[in-house]
């Protein structure tokens, strides 16, 4: 599958943005929100299986939303925070669950990123 993201941007400590992944080719299974912090390996944010079931990251629960509808994937960010800088990414996997969601080594195809800045 080809996964464009968009939605990134600028905000202040607090504010919110939400982040679109369209997912178009072949049918895409569970997917995902992974992101790069400056100096640091790429980290699962959240996944969503084909069943609608979530997952998250302890670091964003309670402030952070994935959803999906048909072939597109979305992140609601809610209350962002410096700490959530970064570059974020969408995947995709061809298999409707996965065992280990927040792990990118399972997921098959990638964006090509979109960046979120917090400023304080």
């Known amino acids: 599958a080809q996964l464009v993201e968009s939605g990134g941007g600028s905000v202040q400590t607090g504010g919110s943005l939400r982040l679109s992944c369209v997912a178009s080719?072949?049918?895409?299974?569970?997917m995902g929100w992974f992101r790069k912090l400056p100096g640091k390996e790429r980290e699962g944010v959240a996944s969503i299986d084909v069943t609608r079931a979530t997952f998250y990251a302890d670091s964003v629960k309670d402030r952070f939303t994935i959803s999906r509808d048909k072939s597109t994937l979305y992140l609601q960010m809610n209350n962002l925070k410096p700490e959530d800088i970064a570059m974020y990414y969408c995947?995709?996997?061809?298999?409707?669950?996965?065992?280990?969601?927040?792990?990118?080594?399972?997921?098959?195809?990638w964006g090509q990123g979109t960046q979120v800045t917090v400023s304080s």
């Open positions: 080719g072949y049918r895409v299974g569970q």
């Open positions: 995947a995709s996997s061809a298999y409707g669950r996965l065992g280990d969601p927040l792990r990118e080594h399972q997921y098959l195809d």
